[in-house]
């Protein structure tokens, strides 16, 4: 793969090239995403429903992103790594959230941060493209405003909510972004919303007419345990194999039938009969 851009992207958009991105957020996650041929790397603040085990992304701070972000980066060689601004960081001060975001990008090694809203974000968004920090937009459900929304819903369902919805789009692309999340919204909207921006939209329950698709890695991998949102394919069983596989570890750790031969090493007999002073080992 080569270096993925904001040009690349935006490249694939007009070439009717779909985009695929997934959630990463350790060294091993992003080497095999960006092996399996992912193109953008989200180090999602969902990280701390799927690693850290909140019930939601509010608590994930700073420090969090920024200690998932290096990891990934340092697993990756031409994806696109991008890292999500945490909980209420986009609606700080502008130097504050300018000073959130370069810090991801100086430390932690990401090409892009990823900011949630519109309207109320624009000034903040494109203070951060003024500072040379590429920005992708997220809007429709927005999960880090899941106690403001009541809960984990679709949005633009009806006429108004679906026009600003438009318009907040119209809106993140004319401050600067280079792409835009589009979560939970209609398959109709989405494409309406994808056709209106000249900047590629990544769907995530947001159907089939868009310009590419992210899901979160355990979701995909059957990692998420039973519950995963309906949108969600599940590629492979892989945590039922885990389990499997651990669970015939214990097994054979109990049954003494591991380590067999082929895991051990030995030394010389004359070596063993020469410990404790010639006498050998008891
Ligand atoms: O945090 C995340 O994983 C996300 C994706 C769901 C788009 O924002």
Known sequence: MLKVTTRTLRKNKQEKRPIAMITAYDYP???????????ILLVGDSLGMVVLGYDSTIPVTLSDMLHHTK???????NAMVVADLPFATAHLSRSEVIRSAA?????????AVKMEGGDEILENLSACVAAGIPVMAHLGLTPQSVNQLG??????????????????????????????????VPEELAEVITESLSIPVIGIGAGRYVDG??????????L????????VKVYAEVGKQMTAAISHYVTEVKNRQFPEEAHVRHVAPETVGNLYGGKGIQ
């Not at 692309?173 to 792409?179: L, T, V």
């Open 103 to 111: 810090c991801l990008l100086q430390e932690g090694g990401a090409y």
């Open 224 to 231: 998420s345990g039973q519950w995963h949102p309906s949108f």
């Open 29 to 39: 996650s992003a080497k095999i995403a960006e092996e399996a041929g992912a193109e």
């Open 71 to 77: 990891a990934v980066s340092r697993g990756v060689n």
């Open 213 to 222: 698709q992210v899901l979160v890695y355990h979701d995909l991998l059957g």
């Open 151 to 184: 809960g984990y819903l679709y949005q633009g369902k009806d006429e108004v909510t679906a026009q600003k919805l438009i318009q907040d789009a119209q809106k993140v692309e004319a401050a600067g972004a280079f792409a835009l999340v589009l979560e939970c």
